[in-house]
């Protein structure tokens, strides 16, 4: 009897075998492929490195900077420590924008690689918005608060801040003066004024008291802004009054600090 049900059981055993021996097999040709597979990518890996970074096909042949009015292409190009003749793969362009970034008149930087040899750099200037009084002459700064250049003459056509103390400075970086606040408000009466489109008619901008903000405009109206609340509002209302309502000469005072209204006194 046990001959005979080994020898009904041999077909099953038969079939077990093949299948263990297929999957054994399987296995095999998946890592045959596999090897192959990452013995391929690994070379096409060497070569595309050979390629890239040691053959000439991608050195940096053209440097091209645009956006510039007031920095020299040749300035930009040295602070950005990139040259031609540089590997294009192996220059940096995040490092060139932040170092790039750290010059006067820069507002900001994307440096951009153009393959297969061409880098290009494109700015945006800062202009100067204003300027404050400092060991005896004079710091431009721009609509950010970093400052511009130092100028020994006050410079025409622009707003003077006054009221607050410049305790440091670096060219490219953002002022520091006597108190935070302060130079807040500075940063959004700029933008208010920018925005409002008088930033060049106001001549100096009081920041002293900073809860009783005042400016003067066109050297013949002093506007009291009290604090900084509403600001868009007062100058829009200011603008009305100036504009519409009062003679292009005229002289005196304008009040925005009560009811939301101008109240004009010559």
Do not use: C, W
């Given at each position: 009897m046990e001959n005979v049900r080994e020898k009904r059981n041999l077909p099953a055993r038969q079939d077990d075998i093949r299948?263990?021996?297929?999957?054994r097999q399987k296995k095999k040709r998946r890592r045959r492929i596999f090897l192959r597979t990452f013995l391929l990518l690994t070379l096409l890996a060497v070569v595309l490195f050979v390629v890239a970074f040691l053959t000439p096909w991608f050195n940096?042949?053209?440097?091209?900077?645009?956006?510039n009015e007031q920095l020299k292409s040749e300035d930009i190009i040295a602070q950005s420590g990139i040259y031609a003749g540089n590997n294009i793969f192996r220059v940096s362009t995040s490092q060139a924008s932040e170092q790039i970034?750290?010059?006067?008149?820069?507002k900001s930087v994307e440096v951009r690689r153009q393959l297969p040899n061409k880098i290009l750099i494109e700015v945006q200037e800062s202009h100067m918005a204003a300027y404050l009084p400092y060991a005896g002459g004079y710091a431009a700064i721009d609509e950010a608060g970093k400052v511009l250049s130092l100028m020994p003459e006050p410079p025409e056509g622009y707003m003077q801040i006054l009221g607050c103390e410049l305790k440091e400075f670096k060219i490219?970086?953002?002022?520091?003066?006597?108190?935070?606040e302060k130079f807040d408000i500075i940063l959004l009466?700029?933008?208010?004024?920018?925005?409002?489109?008088?930033?060049?008619?106001?001549?100096?901008?009081?920041?002293?008291?900073?809860?009783?903000?005042?400016?003067?405009?066109?050297?013949r109206l002093e506007v009291f802004c009290g604090d900084s609340q509403d600001v868009t509002r007062k100058l829009l209302t200011f603008a009305e009054v100036a504009y519409?309502?009062?003679?292009?000469?005229?002289?005196?005072?304008?009040?925005?600090?009560?009811?939301?209204k101008a109240y004009y006194r010559p």
């Open positions: 299948t263990r021996h297929m999957k940096i042949a053209q440097i091209t900077v645009t956006g970034a750290s010059m006067p008149y820069v490219g970086q953002k002022i520091k003066v006597d108190a935070d009466y700029i933008d208010e004024f920018t925005k409002a489109e008088i930033l060049s008619k106001v001549n100096t901008l009081d920041v002293t008291n900073t809860v009783d903000v005042k400016f003067t405009f066109e050297n519409n309502q009062l003679s292009p000469n005229a002289r005196g005072e304008i009040d925005l600090r009560l009811d939301g």
